[in-house]
């Protein structure tokens, strides 16, 4: 691979239900993004993480959550589904401090919540 | 917070006439401005981007332009080809590339 991966490309997830949508790099970025893009309000930021060990929370934390446990891999977790949270779903990575500062995306996936 | 709008929402040209696309920010320590392009089915994917030390940047067919007192720049794509047909986002940041805040997004179209 090179680039981003994310897991699953698409998956109809029952509300209640526990879900972790999987992103793995291979660049050796050290920060990654996740991203919900929705019709009409763009992309918005969940969480972050600026290196391995560390994350923060974005604009729309709530009822997500994430883990760095190292560099390539940046999970990200529903831990009890709502319709609300139907949406398509960008990971991101970057290099800080190498004068590149444009973000790298996967190619999303589409969750819908029922 | 920072704050981005976009301006249009969607665009229709004509293949080889050129488009523009604005975007105006609220904070006024922003410091860099990138365009993404979306195709369909696909993640954004970066463009061009220019920081606040510099007012214009070109590549090829686009470019973009940047005035820090107006808090806007803009995208403008020069012959236009039915590839160019994408969502556009544009983006700014206080902490270069660090938590970006986008844009809604412009739907181009290139009619043939």
Redesign the interface.
Known sequence: IAG?TQAPTSQILAAGRRMTLRCTQDMRHN?M?W?RQDL??????IH?S?TAGTTGK??VPDGYSVSRANTDDFPLTLASAVPSQTSVY?C?S?I?GQGN????????TRLTVV | GENVEQHPSTLSVQEGDSAVIKCTYSDSASNYFPWYKQELGKGPQLIIDIRSNVGEKKDQRIAVTLNKTAKHFSLHITETQPEDSAVYFCAASSNYGQNFVFGPGTRLSVLP
């Open positions: 981003i920060a993004y991203y009409g309000l763009g992309l918005r930021l972050y600026n974005g604009e960008f991101a970057r800080e500062y444009g973000y790298t995306f996967g190619s999303g």
